[in-house]
């Protein structure tokens, strides 16, 4: 422990300790946005095949809800910010509500997710070869909307729930690792000279937030 | 930090298998990773042998699948085993092999570190490896897979085998590898002792460098990859599946995309070892140090950009085919560089053949033949006669066996006495050497011939005029066995009646001899200080 | 002088060419000759490589532990030397391949097209005229596009002899060209692992003349509009079933006669069983001819087994035919 920090022996000193996992951390990172890189490409591809089949997909998707879910956590990635802030300047109460805010946009969003996942279902809408196309058509006919006209349908939602169902994990992922920080922080471990954990955290907090940030509008506005 | 009594080093600080298991001692994480990697090689060795002993002839009136074969039950076995050879060879035997054990050991000791940067996560990765084997070893048990080590769709779409499980298992191990990858880039950025500079560090580290960086930007891909093949056989997504409007081929691009780059992840660690090796073997400093580290870097990053060229005759257009070509062309120029330099290395120097060198030179004969015939595979209309044929497999085994497999057992041998404190004996390690190089040549030459005959690979049977040099071939595998073998006696007798090994037994300049034999758990008692480059033999 | 060596040298590469199989079409022969190029820039490198290294060994082998060495670090020449000549020879066998490959991709006008479908484990080939065939039967001389697709999963078209492959893909259209020269049979296999018996998916490219061909593509055409029992004999004829089985008395050729076969009871067997020669004993044997065997033969059958090699309605048609051999 060199002033409240906990120094492991391969490191001359904090600055030099906390500069290391700072550049792992964006590594790894790193390698998150080249995963979600695929599932992108993957997405262009099959969006200049069938324009059509993922015009008709993306009506099902009600962007009013994607839009709160994008202000929600736009909102969560500021408290997650002003915790990190409020554990720099030796604030760890406010950094402890500043966190449990962040938890609590977390479980919003997945909330909100929730309910567009069994709405989806109630309506037959799985991902890929589970789709039931006619379940769907049946429930198309009593709202007064004409049938549905790609019968590939099933892959466009295939995309849909693998992106923001992978998404998903992350921000739970998220959730579990803030409240592992949000714990240590009531514990006392971090100051102004130790918050690498929450700093790590926060990043990754960050970078779920920007995938989202490109989902949204890929999945829910690009028609 | 209390300094440890005289006498202990960093295998005896400790006792019990515990103490092992939870240590975070980089060199004792590579002890780890040898011993797991090797009983993956074993594995990998006996299916190897049995797929070659299954094809030693053809099979007369081969018909229906109830037909048995040579020596497996049926083509089904046959086709299970290639499936397991080259799923842990590839995921749990190269990918890892150099980098994690090696790697581990000497990268933080060359440039003067006490430990990688995150001794944890150095850990965690040898659990992944472990989580993902074992995994892997599970669906040995219950509906083995036939898919290849590629897992093309649609085939792996419709196998009713544990395809899923697998590639979960590839997921995991793949998870591993970052962790390795992105742990060495820290390690270097951060962690060079004082006077350490970028282009004072060895040439093994370099090539770690070069390779941990596409460890880290490739394998997310084939992660990806992977989690939407087993989302596809679990709910039928409809990417990868014609039946949904998918393509099939997109997933061999996504595949290679990754795995092309995983090539290299295989030899440039391997490139890395034959420099240390060169240099100490002659006594004399590398020739074109700066090529040879720039030529890595070269080649991490060319080899993003060349994966097409596994799919000539997929289907792509022909424009595609045409820039995957030239783009191949354009990865050989480092390659050749490297080469040229370490035959240059050797001009006017003091050329020992000791068995390290042995291998090195093993390596350098193998890696020209795999190179050569690596150029004639990127020129496409070659390349559509030689696609899937044993030309291809010839080619490949020339490349990961006869370059990083050797590199692998010259590095072994290298710093076997740094690692363990005891000299083998010489003669048993030249006589592994002897049976390895020529049986590795007996074995993979006849299929250079075979291929150009155009004896497609993965068959379980073929037609009669292929049988000669397949029967060659077969007995070649043999010698390669006792070869490992010997290698593997005498690995044992070192350990146990090896004698004392001297800080530095091959004269070599590079830091890691600076430290004890075995180092202690902290490497050294003083921190370096780096004055000059790696190799100053003046 | 430097030329004449490398032509003897092509000469000698030529003649080891002969591993590759026999050249049935022009691009083969073009393919070949830049393949025999290759050859020789790979063993002049590789001597240059190898026999430098095995030059150096044994010229600076290590004389006493204190040898001096010399000091040299680089030399921007020789990386400059060794880094361009390469890149230009790489370029150079680029484009010639480049040039051979805009050939092999450029398809024919009026070419005559047939259709091959992979699929576990066989090929379907379709004419144009509805005739169905598993092999594929081409005239000599004329240019043949084969359009290519998958039933089920990936498969590919490889024909050694005329250096061509191509993957047929589920669910798309590839397509392959050439123009066969030589008369004669060539192995057709599938070289994309495509499971249990991809290396039983092996059939035949027959080359035949222009008349030849057309006559077999009529008698194909005529054949498919047969009663069925006409239609097994023809088939019992082109697969050359005859050369074995007796069809009008009961004397063993190289197989059992087919005469008065079917139907018969107490049909005896190796292992000594007996059993009744009905539809499914016939088809199991034609199939999978080890499967049952008939007493005084063996241990093995010398048949070869037709499992892929025929479809349901040819294994039906030759059993309509078998039935009525009374």
Redesign the interface.
């Known amino acids: 422990m060199i002033n409240g920090v906990p120094v492991q022996e391969h490191y001359r000193d904090a600055s030099h300790q906390f500069a290391s996992a700072k550049e792992g951390i964006w590594l790894f990172m790193a390698t998150e946005i080249l995963m979600f890189g695929g599932l992108f490409v993957g997405y262009l591809i099959f969006h200049m095949k069938y324009p059509q089949m993922f015009a008709e997909g993306a009506q099902f998707l009600d962007w009013r809800l994607g839009f709160v879910n994008t202000l929600v956590l736009i909102f969560s990635s500021l408290t997650m910010a002003l915790g990190i802030y409020f554990c720099q300047i030796n604030q760890p109460k406010k950094a402890v509500w500043a966190l449990a805010i962040t938890i609590l946009c977390g479980a919003v969003f997945m909330v909100i997710k929730y309910f567009e996942y069994t709405h989806k279902f109630h309506m037959g809408i799985y991902p890929g070869r589970m789709l039931d196309l006619e379940m769907l058509n049946q429930h198309l006919s009593s709202i007064g909307k004409p049938a549905i006209a790609s019968t590939n349908l099933g892959m466009y939602f295939g995309f849909y729930f693998c992106m923001s169902g992978l998404h998903g994990i992350h921000v739970i992922l998220g959730m579990l690792m803030i409240s592992w920080c949000l714990y240590r922080c009531m514990r006392g471990d971090f100051n102004p000279n130790y918050y690498t954990a929450v700093e790590g955290v926060g990043i990754f907090w960050h970078i779920i937030d920007l995938v989202w940030i490109f989902l949204f509008p890929l999945l829910y506005l690009v028609g | 930090?209390a300094h440890a009594a005289h006498g202990s080093n960093y295998l005896n600080a400790q006792k019990g298998l515990w103490s092992w298991l939870t240590s975070l001692d980089h060199k004792r994480i590579g002890i780890l990773y040898f011993i797991s990697v090797m009983t993956f090689f074993l594995l990998g060795g006996i299916a190897a042998l049995l797929l070659r002993g299954e094809l030693f002839a053809y099979n007369?009136?081969?018909?229906?699948?109830?037909?048995a074969g040579q020596l497996l039950p049926?083509?089904?076995a046959y086709?299970q085993i290639l499936t397991y050879h080259g799923a842990i060879m590839v995921f749990m035997v190269i990918i890892p092999g150099i980098p994690a054990i090696l790697g581990n050991i000497f990268l933080p000791l060359q440039i003067g570190?006490?430990?990688v940067?995150?001794?944890k996560?150095n850990l965690a990765s040898w659990y992944c490896l472990m989580a993902g084997a074992t995994l892997a070893m599970f669906t040995m048990f219950s509906t083995k897979v036939?898919?290849?080590w590629t897992f093309?769709t649609?085939?792996s779409i419709?196998?009713g085998t544990a395809v899923t499980t697998m590639v979960i298992a590839a997921f995991i191990t793949g998870m591993s590898s970052?962790l390795t990858g992105?742990?060495f880039?820290?390690t270097v950025?951060?962690?060079r002792c004082p006077g350490m500079t970028m282009w004072r560090m060895p040439l093994f580290v370099w090539a770690l460098y070069s390779t941990a960086i596409i460890q880290?930007?490739a394998?997310?891909?084939l992660?990806?990859?992977l989690?939407?093949l087993a989302?596809?056989r679990t709910?039928?997504?409809?990417?990868f599946?014609?039946?949904?409007?998918?393509?099939?081929?997109?997933f061999q691009h996504?595949f290679w995309f990754y795995s092309h780059p995983a090539v290299y992840i295989m030899i440039l660690p391997a490139m890395g070892v034959i420099s240390e090796l060169i240099t100490t073997f002659?006594?004399?400093?590398i020739?074109?140090?700066?090529?040879i580290a720039y030529s890595s870097l070269g080649i991490a990053a060319v080899s993003f950009f060349v994966w097409g060229h596994h799919m000539f005759?997929?289907?792509q257009s022909?424009f595609a085919?045409?820039v995957f070509?030239?783009l191949t062309?354009?990865v050989?120029?480092p390659t050749?560089?490297k080469?040229?330099?370490?035959?240059?290395t050797?001009?006017?120097?003091?050329?020992?053949?000791a068995s390290p060198m042995l291998f090195a030179?093993g390596f350098?004969?193998l890696f020209?033949?795999g190179g050569?015939?690596g150029?004639?595979l990127?020129?496409?209309?070659?390349d559509?006669?030689f696609?899937?044929?044993y030309f291809v497999v010839a080619h490949f085994h020339y490349v990961m066996v006869g370059g990083t497999l050797m590199a692998i057992m010259g590095g072994f041998y290298y710093w076997f006495p740094k690692m363990f404190g005891k000299m083998y004996s010489e003669f048993g390690a030249r006589m592994s050497w002897i049976f390895i190089f020529i049986g590795f040549n007996v074995t993979f030459f006849p299929q250079f011939?075979l291929g150009?005959?155009?004896m497609?690979?993965?068959?379980?049977?073929?037609?009669p005029a292929y049988e000669p040099l397949n029967r060659i071939s077969t007995v070649g595998s043999w010698m390669i066995a006792v070869g490992f073998l010997i290698a593997l006696y005498t690995i044992i007798n070192g350990l146990i009646n090896g004698a004392k090994a001297p800080k530095n037994p091959w004269?070599s300049k590079t830091l890691e001899w600076e430290a004890d034999s075995p180092p202690s758990v902290?490497n050294f008692d003083h921190e370096p200080v780096v004055t000059a480059g790696p190799y100053e033999?003046? | 002088m430097l030329l004449w060596i490398l032509q003897k040298i092509t000469v000698v590469m030529a003649q080891a060419q002969s591993f590759m199989p026999t050249q049935g079409t022009e691009i083969a022969k073009s393919i070949d000759n830049l393949y025999a190029f290759l050859l020789v820039i790979s063993l002049v490198s590789c001597v240059i490589v190898i026999g430098g290294m095995i030059y150096f060994a044994i010229k600076y082998k290590r004389k006493s532990e204190n040898d001096v060495t010399a000091y040299i670090t680089h030399d921007t020449r020789l990386e400059i030397l060794w880094s361009v000549i390469p890149l230009i020879l790489f370029l150079f066998v680029f484009a010639w391949g480049w040039v051979i490959y805009h050939d092999m991709r450029t398809m024919p006008k009026d070419a005559l097209e047939i259709h091959v479908t992979g699929k576990q484990w066989a090929w379907a080939v379709e004419y144009k005229n509805g005739v169905r065939s598993t092999e594929v039967v081409v005239p000599v001389g004329r240019d043949v596009k084969i359009i290519l697709t998958a039933e089920d999963v990936l498969h590919s078209f490889y024909v050694p002899s005329f250096r061509i492959k191509q993957d047929a893909v589920p669910g798309r259209y590839t397509a392959v060209w050439f123009r066969a020269d030589k008369l004669g049979d060539f192995h057709l296999f599938c070289t994309e692992y495509c499971g249990t018996q991809h290396s039983g998916m092996i059939t035949k490219l027959r080359v035949l003349s222009q008349e030849d061909f057309d006559q077999w593509l009529t008698t194909e055409s005529e054949v498919s509009t047969l009663p069925m029992a006409q239609r097994g004999a023809k088939i019992f004829q082109t697969r050359a079933c005859a050369s074995c089985h007796n069809v009008d008395n009961p004397a063993v050729k190289v197989g059992p006669s087919m005469y008065k076969l079917f139907g018969a009871e107490n049909h005896e067997l190796l292992d000594g069983s007996k059993i009744t020669a009905d539809e499914n004993y016939l088809r199991e044997s034609i199939l999978n001819s080890q499967a049952k065997i008939v007493k005084g033969f063996g241990p093995r059958s010398a048949m070869p087994a037709f499992q892929g090699q025929l479809s349901e309605v040819e294994v039906t048609a030759l059993i309509e035919y078998i039935k009525g051999l009374k």
């Open positions: 930090m007369v009136a081969n018909s229906a699948g109830e037909m049926s083509a089904d086709n570190a006490k430990d940067a995150f001794p996560l036939d898919t290849g093309y649609p085939y419709k196998s970052i992105l742990n880039i820290v950025h951060k962690l880290v930007l394998t997310p891909i992660a990806i990859t989690l939407l989302m596809e709910f039928g997504v409809g990417i599946d014609p039946k949904l409007g998918g393509d099939p081929v997109l996504f002659s006594k004399k400093t020739f074109g140090y700066t090529a005759v997929s289907g022909e085919g045409v070509s030239f062309m354009l050989g120029v050749a560089i080469m040229f330099n370490w035959v240059a050797m001009y006017k120097g003091s050329i020992s053949f030179l350098l004969f020209a033949i050569v015939t150029i004639m990127a020129v496409i209309p070659v559509v006669h696609h899937d044929t011939i150009a005959m155009g497609p690979r993965r068959y379980f049977n073929y037609i004269g902290h033999y003046k």
